[in-house]
């Protein structure tokens, strides 16, 4: 089975600008969590989506925000983009959401 | 609000030496408690995870942990390291299995391999 896909795996932005970063989960998952991390903060929980639906959100501002559509990928987009946004953002999936969670390989973004 | 303490932020072991990483978890009740590793520029491989029954649990890549309540303890072991296991390792609790909860993790333990 393909494990979880990211892309685009390298991004460059700059300071304002906006960005969305795509996730698609293993086949058959139907829950889908992001996660920021940074060398400062580390592994941060930004939100989870399921059926759609988003169930929970960490503590990000509102510039944050994702979406999910019916073959259960994930799309996360980050507007007026900071420096302070600069991290690799992780997606993850998992059968219902509360189960095992599997990582993919993440998107570098670098904001200029 | 639950939270994950990974003492050491740098361990140094020789390869085929014993390794244990530690991590201590703050929460109100059992959580499910994981160990993910990190290779540089990779995403997160589960290693192992607890979510009830047997305390101590086996994993992929040789690695085993316990859990212990009294201690709020969750530590990783493995009695042989390999040069290949040089990365970064992340401890996580959830409320179930993360989901709709999301996963608190520690800040991580840098693995370090000499020959």
């Known amino acids: 089975k393909a494990g979880v896909t990211q892309t685009p795996r390298y991004l460059i932005k700059t300071r304002g600008q906006q960005v969305t970063l795509s996730c698609s989960p293993i086949?058959?998952?139907?829950?889908v969590s992001w996660y920021q991390q940074t060398p400062g903060q580390g592994l941060q929980f930004l939100f989870e989506y399921f059926s759609e639906t988003q169930r929970n959100k960490g503590n990000f501002p509102g510039r944050f925000s994702g979406r999910q559509f019916s073959n259960s990928r994930s799309e996360m987009n980050v507007s007026t983009l900071e420096l302070g946004d600069s991290a690799l953002y992780l997606c993850?999936?998992?059968?219902?959401?509360?189960?095992?969670?599997?990582f993919g390989p993440g998107t570098r973004l670098t904001v200029l | 609000a639950q939270s994950v303490t990974q003492p050491d932020i740098h361990i140094t072991v020789s390869e085929g030496a014993s390794l244990e990483l530690r991590c201590n978890y703050s929460y109100g009740a059992t959580p499910y408690l994981f160990w993910y590793v990190q290779s540089p520029g990779q995403g997160l491989q589960l290693l192992l995870k607890y979510f009830s029954g047997d305390t101590l649990v086996q994993g992929i890549k040789g690695f085993e942990a316990e859990f212990k309540r009294s201690q709020s303890s969750f530590n990783l072991r493995k009695p042989s390291v390999h040069w290949s296991d040089a990365a970064e390792y992340f401890c996580?609790?959830?409320?179930?299995?993360?989901?709709?909860?999301?996963?608190?993790f520690g800040k991580g333990t840098h693995l370090i391999i000499q020959p």
């Open positions: 086949s058959g998952h139907r829950s």
């Open positions: 993850a999936s998992s059968l219902l959401g509360g189960d095992t969670q599997y």
């Open positions: 996580a609790v959830g409320l179930s299995g993360g989901g709709a909860d999301g996963l608190t």
